[in-house]
């Protein structure tokens, strides 16, 4: 069956370091894949979107790669803030094959900024 | 705009009552879904519709009712409400093409006891 993997336990980083979460899935070749970032109590919010034929994209402090023979997307945040502390899901387009259907998430990574 | 809204914000409901999940957008949005999120489960799609009058199943249909009438809104019914259906449900929206970037409602946060 078709799975999303994320890193299930807390990612504790330095300020002003670099985060890197990661995303793997199986079973299944998307068109595209997004990020967004979820705060307590909030619905989760779009960050960025990656396709298939695309291997890397940057939006201030955020950078996005995508491997589809690995099957895994790398999101980075480079200096990195306390502001940045929140959970990153990552989502595929499971349903559609390229369309806005509806989307398949990851569980999230819980990303915690240490001053 | 108000983007997407979702009305109520909290509800508790006994075993069996039936309800519905109030979701509107005002961006002319073609697509809408709903999703209902559980800790350790993350987000899972209940159903969706890429337009007024379409609708179709996601990954976890079963005890929900939705329907499509206008383009606005997208409202999600209970049927018979159980406790597995204690969770936090999200309504979102997508414009067509684009980055098919989904924008999320506030959520409604619902107890069946």
């Known amino acids: 069956s078709q799975k999303i993997e994320q890193n299930s336990e807390a990612l504790n980083i330095q300020e002003g370091k670099t985060a890197t979460l990661t995303c793997n899935y199986t079973?299944?070749?998307?068109?595209?894949l997004q990020w967004y970032r979820q705060d307590p109590g909030r619905g989760p919010v779009f960050l960025l979107l990656?396709?298939?034929?695309?291997k890397e994209k940057r939006k201030e402090r955020l950078k996005v790669t995508f491997d589809t023979t690995l099957k895994q997307s790398l999101f980075h945040i480079t200096a990195s803030q306390p502001a940045d502390s929140a959970t990153y899901l990552c989502?595929?387009?499971?349903?559609?094959?390229?369309?806005?259907?509806?989307?398949?998430f990851g569980k999230g990574t819980h990303l915690i900024i240490q001053p | 705009n108000a983007g997407v809204t979702q009305t109520p914000k909290f509800q508790v409901l006994k075993t069996g009552q039936s309800m519905t999940l109030q979701c509107a957008q005002d961006?002319?949005?073609?697509?809408m879904s709903w999703y209902r999120q559980d800790p350790g489960m993350g987000l899972r799609l209940i159903h969706y519709?890429?337009?007024?009058?379409?609708?179709d199943q996601g990954e976890v249909p079963n005890g929900y009712n939705v329907s499509r009438s206008t383009t606005e809104d997208f409202p999600l019914r209970l049927l018979s409400a159980a406790p597995s259906q204690t969770s936090v449900y999200f309504c979102?929206?997508?414009?067509?093409?684009?980055?098919?970037?989904?924008?999320f409602g506030p959520g409604t946060r619902l107890t069946v006891t």
């Open positions: 079973n299944y070749s998307p068109a595209y």
């Open positions: 990656i396709r298939e034929n695309e």
């Open positions: 989502a595929l387009d499971m349903y559609s094959g390229g369309g806005a259907d509806g989307l398949t």
């Open positions: 961006m002319n949005h073609e697509y």
């Open positions: 519709s890429v337009g007024a009058g379409i609708t």
């Open positions: 979102a929206s997508t414009p067509l093409g684009g980055n098919y970037e989904q924008y």
